[in-house]
């Protein structure tokens, strides 16, 4: 495509001129041209050979989706008891990561590596991966060369397949509904769990496992919180991130384009689920050496500004957002 303001440009620069003809995309305000999202298709796991490399990609899929069988803390080999819950990767990551809003990991390899603010510094997707085994499955990191990380890494690369590097695809994450002017009300969703969550999350919030405690087959419906749920740093745990995931994919079926929940329901019942007990990761205060650039919902302190941990928690975002804004300006001069 070509944007009327470029046109100079690429006459003088021929690299550009190829990339704004060949890349589909948009102009901005000044013309120039920017790449947009990669269309949303899902590569063909059935057009892989079955070759060692196919078998590697099909060998990571199964970890994201069958992970409490694989790697998780029943397994018979106690050599590979990596997580420490069993929850699969695809609890969260639904369809093995082939979902719109639902955390894809469709398109993520090719925007790694990355800068992570919790980290301070740029980061590889191994390290990403590391980083849910540590959290979101309360576990033990992946040996770095051992052939659970080359898989997931070659699984993940398989999900890239076409996707140029740096540009995010749109259905990344788990969306942006908006933000209420309250604080989100744990009571309000403690009713919406008890009418939309219960039935298959369990009264106390334990899950439906596929068979009996032991058996390394996982959860049918997974725990949300609880000893086998994910630990107390894991980005779950934040609401701005669980609130979203909830309404774009609970209960199980619903997609972001149908929501079956009203936002604030969603933010209410979210806000219900991180208040109930969890694993507890030591150490959280070191997260986010700029903390300044720690997400406002990161519910656990401390913070730059001047706000409480249960606003933190619960909310309301827009004054944290405004007074983390001033300061970040205040810091530049
Ligand atoms: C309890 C839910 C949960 C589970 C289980 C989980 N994750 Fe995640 N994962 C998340 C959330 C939430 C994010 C996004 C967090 C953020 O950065 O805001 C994420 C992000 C990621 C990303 C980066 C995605 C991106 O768009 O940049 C990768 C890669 C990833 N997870 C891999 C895994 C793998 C592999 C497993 C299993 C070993 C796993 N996750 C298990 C919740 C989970
Ligand atoms: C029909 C059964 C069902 C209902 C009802 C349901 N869920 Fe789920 N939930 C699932 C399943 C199954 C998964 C695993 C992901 C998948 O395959 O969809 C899941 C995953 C999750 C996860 C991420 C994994 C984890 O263990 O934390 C959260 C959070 C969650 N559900 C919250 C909710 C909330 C809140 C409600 C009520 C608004 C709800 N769910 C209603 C079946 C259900």
Redesign the pocket.
């Known amino acids: 495509m070509i944007c009327p303001k470029t046109n100079t440009l690429m006459l003088l620069s021929a690299a550009v001129a190829v990339l704004a003809l060949t890349i589909p995309g948009t102009c901005d305000a000044d013309g120039a041209a920017t790449p947009s999202p990669p269309a949303w298709t899902v590569p063909d796991m059935d057009k892989l050979p079955d070759d060692a490399s196919g078998k590697l990609v099909r060998y990571g899929r199964d970890l994201v989706s069958k992970t409490s069988s694989l790697i998780g803390p029943e397994v018979a080999d106690a050599e590979k008891r990596f997580a420490g819950n069993n929850?699969d990767c695809?609890?969260?990551h639904?369809?093995a990561g082939t979902q719109k809003f639902a955390l894809p990991l469709v398109g993520v390899y090719a925007n790694f590596p990355a800068y992570a603010a919790r980290i301070g510094r740029v980061e590889t997707i191994e390290e990403r991966v590391q980083n849910c085994m540590e959290r979101s499955m309360n576990g033990k990191p992946l040996p770095p060369d051992g052939p659970e990380m080359t898989a997931l890494v070659a699984y993940l690369k398989f999900l890239s397949t076409g996707h140029p590097a740096g540009v995010a695809i749109d259905g990344r994450g788990s969306g942006q509904m908006p933000e209420l002017d309250r604080a989100a009300d744990p009571d309000k969703g403690k009713k919406?769990?008890a009418t939309?969550?219960a039935?298959?999350?369990g009264n106390n919030g334990e899950?439906q496992r596929n068979g009996k405690a032991g058996d390394a087959k996982g959860y049918?419906?997974?725990?949300?919180w609880g000893a086998d749920?994910?630990n107390d740093g894991a980005g779950?745990h934040r609401l701005i991130e669980?609130a979203n995931?909830?309404h774009s994919?609970?209960?199980?079926?619903t997609t972001w384009n149908e929501p079956a929940?009203s936002p604030s329901d969603?933010w209410d019942?979210?806000a219900y689920?991180n208040a109930q007990p969890r694993p507890k990761l030591p150490d959280l205060s070191r997260d986010y050496p700029d903390k300044l650039e720690k997400p406002v919902d990161a519910p656990y302190g401390p913070y730059a500004d001047g706000f409480s941990i249960e606003q933190h928690k619960l909310g309301p975002f827009a004054p944290i957002k405004a007074a983390v804004a001033a300061l970040k300006d205040k810091a530049r001069r």
Do not use: D, E, K, R
């Open positions: 929850l695809q609890s969260c639904i369809s919406v769990y939309t969550c039935a298959c999350h899950g049918m419906f997974p725990p949300l749920s994910f779950m669980s995931f909830v994919n609970m209960p199980a079926g929940l969603a019942v979210a689920m």
